[in-house]
């Protein structure tokens, strides 16, 4: 993004009001974005996203999370602001307002302040039109995802043999996985995102004509979002991307993947196969060898190569038409994608590689100090603006979205009747100062804010105390995720630091961070209580068995009860506090099975603890080692507390 002249700069100073521009990919992890500085290389993939990024006013989170790594809840959690068990939104199907039918999308909440509202592309997931979120009808912009007539022609044919068969199974929609368009002259528009980019453009030409033709007084500004489809399957991209994706200029695709399962994890944590390319035609060899994997990967970059490009194209068109400074782009990923990881090629599940995405603020820098002297008293207009880039490791989620936007262009509230939204406003950490030298600052992690009194761990001659979570929501760096599987819900919490205090020192010393994941078990029908003792006797016994080094028979048949102790015997009381999953649980089977009542049983099935310090991978729980009794009980404490909000700080000690 080109500078602007100074007397364009001074005629947006007086613009009372900021647009937005909105950029979704899909499938994207953070980690193939060169922003990061993660992987040598990875900058050639995404020139025009790097340069954003490096923007002044711009604020690149190296730790932000999904909410649920499946494109439509993923979707509907941070438009709506609000986590997939308050939308009800678990798969591809589900309807947002069949669950929430007085709730406020993102959009339409910028639309019922006065701002021109339209979207592009997949912003919501395929299908799902809101069309109380746009001011005029959402275009679906669509291509076939093949350009090479013999695809094209492979797919009519077995479209053609599907009707005229009687195998169901038979899926006319899906053709190769890999295509290379080598036409000569080959232009990305034949392909859905080249196709959303120029869409986009005209949406900004649109917008603003329309700004221009009502009047600033009239309409606040626009807020534009455009959703690409790439890097999601299939991957095919013109040839020149593809060529520019090879090992010298993109080395990492060369690192070795661990393919193995975590170690002592439930297998429903990462299904195998998890295998989504299963569903188009490959060599599946492919999966079983370092060449054919590298060659995988090299189709997801290239795919990723090609999406920047027509972001680039986006923001160039922005510039073009003079509304860099007057617009505020937020660009995120809905959730991210595992390449061989835990032998999985998939998104589903609450890994690392699942649900880590990148995520970008970029606002202009006068926005803030431009308001020093006007009526309006911004919160931070007393603070100095953020003069260069910033790259922050706080852990933050996508459902802070919603309230992040509403600060930064100073919305309204949203109206009694709507949804209570459950992120956190990020509007404080884009325009702190900072004391850093260098174009891309780096902010430090944040410390917990920690309890009164220590804690020991173990007996009492124990000397190794630590700090306990007392109020969750005065601190960043606390990231939820969820995922159903079958009967079963994995619900994740993730800490990116770890404040040791000892009693001779203050000192503080930060790690990268632990995920805790609690698995539960509900059940969708009646059973008989025998069936409930048996069943449930089994499960703690299997707990019991591969996380406590004592006797199954010290508990009793309550997975509330057994997770109290095991809690317990690792210096947290949870005072009964687990009761809400039952009736949450409870809650969720009646809406699955569409009846008045089930007397179903919830139960604590697995529990997972991933210490991503020593482990980035997550190859190992060590839910069962004593040795982390610490980090699981303040996770545990965290998890209880912060879990959608449900539990009161005051109901536990």
């Keep these: 993004m080109a500078g602007s002249t100074e007397s364009s700069s001074h005629h947006h100073r007086k613009q009372k009001h900021l647009n937005v521009l909105m950029l979704i990919i899909d499938d994207l992890r953070a980690d193939y974005l060169g922003a990061y500085n993660e992987r040598d290389g990875a900058a050639a993939l995404t020139p025009n996203l790097d340069s954003l990024a490096k923007q002044s006013g711009s604020t690149l989170f190296s730790k932000a999370y999904c909410q649920y790594a499946l494109c439509s809840p993923s979707r509907m959690s941070f438009l709506t602001g609000v986590r997939p068990d308050t939308t009800r939104v678990y798969d591809l199907k589900q309807r947002l307002r069949t669950h929430l039918p007085n709730a406020i999308s ?32 959402q275009p679906w912009v669509d291509r076939p995802h093949y350009a090479l007539p013999r695809n094209l022609d492979a797919l009519k044919l077995r479209a053609q043999n599907m009707h ?29 995102d080249g196709a959303i980019a120029h869409a986009a453009v005209a949406a900004l030409q649109e917008a603003k004509s329309h700004l221009i033709a009502s009047g600033d007084e009239k309409k606040k500004g626009f807020f534009v979002a455009v959703g690409f489809m790439k890097p999601h399957l299939p991957w095919c991209v013109p040839k020149r991307y593809w060529d520019a994706v090879n090992v010298s200029t993109v080395p990492f695709l060369t690192d070795t993947v661990s393919s193995a399962p975590s170690k002592r994890s439930p297998t429903r944590a990462v299904p195998i196969p998890g295998n989504e390319l299963a569903t188009y035609h490959f060599n599946h060899k492919d999966l079983k060898s370092f060449t054919g994997m590298q060659e995988l990967r090299r189709a997801y970059a290239a795919c990723v190569h090609f999406v920047d490009a027509q972001v680039g194209i986006v923001l160039s068109a922005l510039n073009g038409l003079g509304l860099q400074e007057s617009t505020a782009i937020v660009f995120l990923s809905d959730h991210g994608y595992k390449l061989g990881e835990h032998g999985s090629w998939t998104k589903g599940t609450n890994v690392e590689e699942d649900t880590r995405v990148p995520l970008l603020f970029h606002i202009p820098k006068w926005y803030i100090s431009g308001h020093q002297h006007s009526s309006y008293q911004h919160p931070l207009a007393s603070t100095e603006a953020n003069p260069s880039a910033v790259l922050d490791d706080s852990v933050v989620e996508l459902v802070d979205l919603f309230p992040t936007l509403i600060d930064i262009c100073r919305l309204s509230s949203l109206p009694t009747g709507s949804q209570t939204l459950e992120g956190k406003s990020l509007f404080p950490s884009l325009s702190r100062p900072l004391e850093l030298e260098g174009r891309m600052k780096r902010r430090p992690q944040p410390a917990l804010s920690a309890h009164e009194e220590q804690i020991f761990v173990g007996a009492q001659k124990s000397k190794v105390p630590y700090a306990v979570m007392h109020d969750i929501d005065q601190n960043c760096g606390v990231a939820f995720s969820q995922v159903l599987s079958g009967k079963f819900m994995g619900y994740s919490v993730r800490r990116s630091c770890v404040r040791e205090a000892s009693r001779k020192s203050t000192t503080e010393h930060y790690r990268s961070g632990h995920r805790l994941t609690i698995w539960i078990e509900f059940a969708t029908k009646a059973l008989s209580v025998g069936s409930q003792i048996q069943i449930e006797r089994a499960r703690v016994e299997s707990l019991a068995k591969s996380l406590l080094p004592i006797s199954p028979d010290s508990y009793t048949l309550s997975s509330s009860t057994f997770l109290e102790t095991f809690c317990t015997s690792r210096g947290v009381n949870l005072n009964g506090n687990l009761t809400w999953l039952g009736e949450r649980m409870s809650e969720l089977a009646i809406q699955e099975e569409g009846s008045d009542r089930v007397s179903g049983m919830t139960m604590l099935n697995a529990i997972e603890l991933y210490n991503l310090d020593t482990d980035p991978y997550e190859a190992v729980n060590v839910a069962g080692d004593m040795g ?26």
């Design 628 to 653: 982390h009794a610490p980090i699981f009980g303040m996770l545990t404490c965290q998890w209880l507390k912060g879990w959608r909000g449900l539990l009161r700080n005051d109901r536990l000690t």
């Design 164 to 192: 005229e068969s009687k195998n169901r199974r038979l899926k006319p929609q899906l053709g190769p996985l890999i295509e290379v368009d080598d036409t000569v002259g080959q232009r990305d528009d034949v392909y859905t």
């Design 106 to 137: 993102l959009p339409q909440h910028f639309h019922e302040n006065g701002y021109f509202t339209k979207g592009i592309g997949k912003v919501w997931h395929r299908g799902h039109v809101d069309e109380l979120s746009w001011s005029v009808e």
